[in-house]
């Protein structure tokens, strides 16, 4: 039975060197750090979404979709920046370390996924209605509601693209600790050992 390597502790050698793995560990922080930025910007456009007339006032927190959009966006800009300080201290790396890492990643990208189309759902009946459902567009009304909510929700997808890169690299990290697979298991020891 093949052991994998996550029976070893694997520890990065990142002295002070200016080695490849440094590199990669300043790269990864930055790209971490990115999306902090994002996040931010889209939040404050959301809640900065608000216009009001004599008939209404339209607020994003009337809206359930944008206001979940909002608190991903919170929630994905204090992980981006806890992980990015994480980054940036060299550690050794345990799998089980690797493996919540990895899990973190592709939750945060799930969370934004999930708030950005949710969000750009709301938006598409608010430009164009719904004839079906009686609903008529109210962005004609509200345009600058519209048009700072739709910024905000193009932004969280840009944040969601550096998520699903971050998600991209835990997973090799995590995954590259592992010894690839045997394939045939006994029968491939049994044909080299007959072939010698």
């Known amino acids: 039975m093949a052991q994998g390597k996550e029976s070893v502790s694997v520890v990065e050698m990142e002295g002070s060197g200016n080695g490849p793995a440094v590199e990669m560990r300043h790269l990864e922080t930055l790209f971490r750090l990115l999306p902090v930025g994002l996040c931010i910007s889209a939040l404050v456009l959301m ?3 608000e216009q009001s007339d004599q ?15 909002a608190y991903a966006n919170g929630i994905c800009a204090g992980y981006s ?64 509601f519209c048009n700072r909510a739709g910024a905000s929700v193009i932004i969280s997808f840009f944040a969601l693209v550096c998520f699903l ?28 050992t007959a072939q010698i």
């Open 81 to 144: 920046l806890i992980s990015a300080f994480d980054s940036m201290v060299p550690v050794s790396h345990h799998i089980s370390r690797s493996w919540i890492l990895f899990l973190l990643d592709q939750g945060i990208t799930y969370l934004m996924l999930a708030g950005g189309a949710v969000a750009t759902q709301v938006l598409y009946v608010a430009y164009k209605g719904d004839e079906k459902a009686t609903w008529e567009q109210i962005c004609g009304s509200y345009g600058r």
């Open 165 to 192: 890169l971050l998600s991209l690299l835990s997973a090799y990290r995590l995954f590259s600790k592992y010894d690839p697979p045997i394939h045939g298991g006994a029968k491939l020891e049994d044909q080299t």
């Open 47 to 49: 809640l900065k979404s």
């Open 55 to 69: 008939y209404m006032q339209l607020d994003y927190s009337n809206v359930d979709a944008f206001r979940c959009l």
